[in-house]
């Protein structure tokens, strides 16, 4: 157990739809990644964010949005998906920026 | 920009024959090498992180190592139970992590 969060960890929704995924990280990490892994594909860094604050962005589209919370838990906004989007979200975090990223156990999102 | 290869794609062993799996990188400025197990449908699972060239670091039948331009993940006398897909990733000056897209290890009984 990494101690990282994630809920839900299965979510079944249909096109056009909005979903909300949530990761709470190990307790005293100040950072919160979020990646995407399609069927057989890689990790695809979408954002990172550090004590509340946006810091990297990766391959994310206009579509997904996240934010970092006050007690440091994340949120991973998807709007309008489309069959593409079907994928496992993982979040991660780390205390610092360029230390170990641990994962939690992911959200597995399939569009209809 | 950062790069990250690792090779073989898929590497299948008999258990118990030992083998190692390539990670080579390009960066600016590296000032970690990570190591993730990843079984199908789990989230990674952190096994090693390298900081320097020449660093060495062990975990029951796993090692890795690391020198400046690759880093290899070498499995002693390997088990069924090390079946998972191998990830490598590293970090540059710019503070973001980069993946490679992995090694699928099956070891057949």
């Known amino acids: 157990d990494s101690g990282v969060t994630q809920t839900p960890k299965h979510l079944i929704t249909a096109t056009g739809q909005r979903v909300t995924l949530r990761c709470s990280p190990r307790?005293?990490?100040?950072?919160v990644y979020w990646y995407q892994q399609s069927l057989d594909q890689g990790l695809q860094f979408l954002i990172q964010?550090?004590?509340?604050?946006?810091?990297a962005k990766g391959n994310i589209l206009e579509r997904f949005s996240a934010q970092q919370f006050p007690d440091l838990h994340s949120e991973l906004n998807l709007s309008s998906l489309e069959l593409g989007d079907s994928a496992l979200y993982f979040c991660?975090?780390?205390?610092?920026?360029?230390?170990?990223?641990?994962f939690g156990p992911g959200t597995r999102l399939t569009v209809l | 920009e950062d790069q990250v290869t690792q090779s073989p794609e898929a590497l299948r062993l008999q258990e118990g024959e030992s083998s190692s799996l390539n990670c080579s990188y390009t960066?600016?400025?590296?000032?970690?090498l990570f190591w993730y197990r990843q079984d199908p449908g789990k989230g990674p699972e952190f096994l090693f992180t390298?900081?320097?060239a020449g660093e060495e670091k062990e975990k029951e039948r796993l090692k890795a190592t690391l020198t400046k331009k690759e880093s290899f993940l070498h499995i002693t006398a390997p088990k069924p139970e090390d079946s998972a897909t191998y990830l490598c990733a590293v970090v540059g000056n710019n503070n973001d992590m980069r993946f490679g897209a992995g090694t699928r290890l099956t070891v057949k009984p």
């Open positions: 390298l900081y320097s």
């Open positions: 964010y550090y004590n509340g604050e946006e810091r």
């Open positions: 307790s005293g990490d100040l950072s």
């Open positions: 991660a975090s780390s205390s610092w920026a360029a230390s170990t990223q641990y």
């Open positions: 960066v600016s400025g590296l000032r970690g």
